[in-house]
């Protein structure tokens, strides 16, 4: 039987997917698994690993079956995932000894402080690119071995295993026979020396994380091992592993110097590829591995958006103001503007480029007029407007304006956002007509690696826009507009 497809996991905060493409990179099919959420604690957030791996694997099942598709027409697997979310688990028993922390959990920031005080900021930064947050795994697997009964003590006897969602699924998926990871992952550590590609003694002993606990690092394209036949039927190559950012960056076949998609997701993320250079940051962003792939490592920059799509969930799981994100636009859409509301969506801190781990949500500009809608177009907006906020900063670091944004993410759906966004831009904002471009990414970094695609050109040939928002306020009305979201974060910072 012909190889026709490629199958792709895109393992996110809020929910599984699989996702069928062809080789024109177009969708055949899709499954979708949400999973619980687990808030033990305010602004701590945690998943359990055992879901995940449930949700994948009935993701993958459903995928084939519902598309009438026979594993061995798959011709590999690539996998992407949430990135950070941090899993430690017995390597006897396979069982996680705590749930995994996820990327946007507050749990470590006392760690953090230390490390800070202990004056490793600067060593951290140079090393990997990252700060020293709460945000990176480092300091997730340091607060489990600290918290876990018996858990440093199995970790020292090299018992424990460590990895990200990617590392997890791999070694669930070959059913405990590798233990690996890819650069982008590894680069989102704080563990991982970017410039050397080696996870870095230094580094490990500040944290006091056992060396024998970390996968090895590969590629994020070649053949890596092969699904257990149990799971699908077949045996099928697993040959791609990107972090769900950098894949995005892929999918959009940003593969030049200076090109840069930004994601709407859960959390909100914008890179831009700077190439075989590491530029290190002046202005608040990491710099991180875009891809290991033909040999070398790419390199790009980040700006890191904490709550975006998860504000709109809030609107709806928490406020019950709407019955499903999407309604977010109509609502929007009813009223003129927010009437000078501002909504800050500080739940768990700030990342770029403020960085602060202590501040939280805030809202400013009621008045007895405010409505519903004043309120959930408030908040659509505070995605754009911190959208902006890291684009500020890019635009700093890189030394040069972008002339046009990439978008994709379960957010990016919502146009009242994406032509507010361009609005407060003033650039215009290019939507693809394949919005799975996380999980496109995996595709083609996995079909790459078993030639089902040849070359990056053939896969830049395979994309096409859905729709250009172009900018519909002038300049000053723009900046009027972003004057009032600079001083409503100045005054939620300074509330404590
Ligand atoms: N039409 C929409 N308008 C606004 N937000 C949306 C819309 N559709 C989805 N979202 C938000 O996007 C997020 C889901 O996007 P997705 O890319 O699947 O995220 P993740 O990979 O982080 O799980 C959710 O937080 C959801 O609230
Ligand atoms: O699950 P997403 O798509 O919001 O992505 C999460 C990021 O990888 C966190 O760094």
Known sequence: MSKKYILSIDQGTTSSRAILFDYKGQVKGVSQKEFSQIFPKPSWVEHDAEEIWETVQYVLKDVLEKNDVDSNQIASIGITNQRETTVVWDKTTGKPVYNAIVWQSRQTVDICNELKTAGHSDLFRRKTGLLVDAYFSGTKVKWILDHVEGAREKA??????????????????????????????????????????????????????????????????????????????????????????????????????????????????????????????????????????????????????????????????????IESSADSEELANSVESTDGVYVVPAFVGLGTPYWDSDARGAVFGLTRGTTDAHFARATLESLAYQTKDVLTAMEKDAGFHLTKLGVDGGASANNFLMQFQSDILSVPVERPKVLETTALGAAYLAGLAVGFWESKKEIKENQSIDQTYQPQINDSESSVLYNGWVKAVASTRTFR
Request: hydrophobic share 40%; with cysteine; aromatic share 10%.
């Open 156 to 321: 020292n006897a090299g018992d424990l295993l460590f990895g990200t969602i990617d590392t997890w699924l791999v070694w669930k998926l070959s059913k405990g026979k590798k233990h690996i990871t890819d650069y982008t992952n590894a680069s989102r550590t704080l563990m991982f020396n970017i410039y050397d590609l080696k996870w870095d003694q230094e580094l490990l002993d500040c944290l006091t994380v056992p060396s024998s606990m970390l996968p090895e690092v590969r590629s994020s394209s070649e053949y890596y091992t092969d699904v257990d036949a149990s799971i699908l039927g077949t045996s099928v190559p697993i040959a791609g592993i990107a972090g769900d950012q950098q894949a995005a960056l892929f999918g959009q076949a940003c593969f030049e110097k200076g090109m840069a998609k930004n994601t709407y997701g859960t959390g909100c993320f914008m890179l831009m590829n700077t190439g075989e250079k590491a530029i290190p940051s002046e202005h608040g962003l990491l710099t991180t591995i875009a891809w290991g792939l033909d040999g070398k490592v790419e390199y790009a920059l980040e700006g890191s958006v904490f709550v975006a799509g998860s504000a709109i969930q809030w609107l709806r799981d928490g406020l019950k103001m």
